[in-house]
């Protein structure tokens, strides 16, 4: 398996919007990993949202819920930037299913509203406060991302 690619002559992304790409990893529940048809590994940022880190209070939670969702199901990314870290910044998608929403609706994200505007995203959030599910106990950090 070839490394992460960061090249972008790579047909993953002349492909990005048409087809669905494998997830063969996930990092926490706002970052995957994607392979393209020439095999090389994209690490994806779910756009819109923010999850708690694996060392955070449902971190873990985050990261089981987001396997549960994309591990080895073929996805279609929608982006159009990258961040600082180069990850793409993406819409995840599986089948006519929104999983950036599913993870703030379900509770396991918050909307990253230093970044996003979304509205429903924003829906999402406020539905899943008035269900008091977990993100009620979340509180987004307090770090300003840049990027």
């Known amino acids: 398996m070839k ?10 992304f002349s492909r990005i919007n048409r087809l669905a790409h494998p997830v063969v990893a996930v990092a926490d529940g706002d970052t995957i990993t994607v392979l393209d048809s020439n095999k090389n590994q994209h690490r994806i940022r779910l756009q819109h949202i923010d999850c708690p880190e694996s060392g955070q209070a449902f971190g873990q939670k985050a990261k089981q819920a987001m396997s549960g969702k994309v591990f080895g199901e073929q ?3 929608r982006w159009s930037e990258r961040d600082r870290y180069d990850r793409i910044l993406g819409d995840v998608y599986l089948g006519k299913r929104w999983v950036n929403a599913e993870m703030v609706k379900e509770g396991f994200a918050w909307h990253y509203k230093h970044y996003s505007k979304d509205e429903t995203i924003a829906k999402a959030e406020a539905e899943a406060r008035a269900l008091k599910l977990r993100i009620k106990r979340i509180k987004p950090r307090q770090v300003v991302r840049r990027g």
């Open 3 to 12: 490394s992460t690619s960061t090249s972008r002559s790579s047909g993953f």
């Open 75 to 77: 996805v279609v990314i």
